[in-house]
């Protein structure tokens, strides 16, 4: 089945520490996003990528990392310089052609 | 500065009757609008969405319909089933690029359909 898989479903980070959010798509998308959403809010864009080893800020880039290796891959790192990690992170994808884009089931992220 | 905006947090109503979701937006630039289904701690579902050539677009019990001069748009869903209670999410993206999914979202608002 073609979609978007992101892992961990659910990720615990202690204050302090980077974590990575992993997102896979075997769309064959050029393009890439990673998304937060936090309660009562729409959802907010972190990073996206149109290509392979390119990559641009977004509205709430600050504290984030991300790198694209791979065409299928869009990893997310959550850096202790983020004050306020707690929240539902999504990647999308989208293609050529103007329409929809895919979004995985998310990553729960809380810092304890 | 809220590009998008759902003014209405929540919406109720009862099974078989119309839900009208509204939708208003600032950005000139916006020019292809979509409306996304999500369900808590899963990831957003395309519905259905518009071009701002048109101004009705039409996909089963889901239409969009599509004001450019008042910068407002409305997703009607008639009849209301129990399964579409979910939160909806307008969403709308800017001409020019390929990053179709660079997308401004609103704040969503849940609605609730009663058997």
């Known amino acids: 089945d073609g979609g978007i898989t992101q892992s961990p479903k659910y990720l615990f980070r202690k204050e302090g520490q980077n974590v990575t959010l992993s997102c896979e798509q075997n769309?064959?998308?050029?393009?890439m996003y990673w998304y937060r959403q936090d309660p009562g809010q729409g959802l907010r864009l972190i990073y996206y990528?149109?290509?392979?080893?390119?990559?641009q800020k977004g509205d709430i880039a600050e504290g984030y990392s991300v790198s694209r290796e791979k065409k299928e891959s869009f990893p997310l790192t959550v850096t202790s310089a983020q004050k306020n990690p707690t929240a539902f992170y999504l990647c999308?994808?989208?293609?050529?052609?103007?329409?929809?884009?895919?979004f995985g089931q998310g990553t729960r992220l809380t810092v304890v | 500065d809220q590009q998008v905006k759902q003014n209405s947090p929540s919406l109720s109503v009862q099974e078989g009757r119309i839900s009208i979701l509204n939708c208003d937006y600032t950005?000139?630039?916006?020019?292809?609008f979509l409306w996304y289904k999500k369900y808590p701690a899963e990831g957003p579902t395309f519905l259905i969405s518009?071009?701002?050539?048109?101004d009705k677009n039409e996909d089963g019990r889901f239409t969009v319909f599509l004001n450019k001069s008042a910068k407002h748009l409305s997703l009607h869903i008639v009849p209301s089933q129990p399964g579409d209670s979910a939160v909806y999410f307008c969403?709308?993206?800017?001409?020019?690029?390929?990053?179709?999914?660079?997308?401004?979202f609103g704040q969503g608002t849940i609605l609730t359909v009663h058997p």
């Open positions: 769309l064959n998308h050029d393009a």
């Open positions: 969403a709308a993206s800017a001409a020019g690029g390929t990053s179709y999914g660079k997308l401004t």
């Open positions: 990528s149109q290509i392979v080893n390119d990559f």
């Open positions: 999308a994808s989208s293609g050529q052609v103007r329409g929809e884009a895919f």
């Open positions: 518009i071009s701002s050539i048109k």
């Open positions: 950005n000139s630039m916006f020019d292809y």
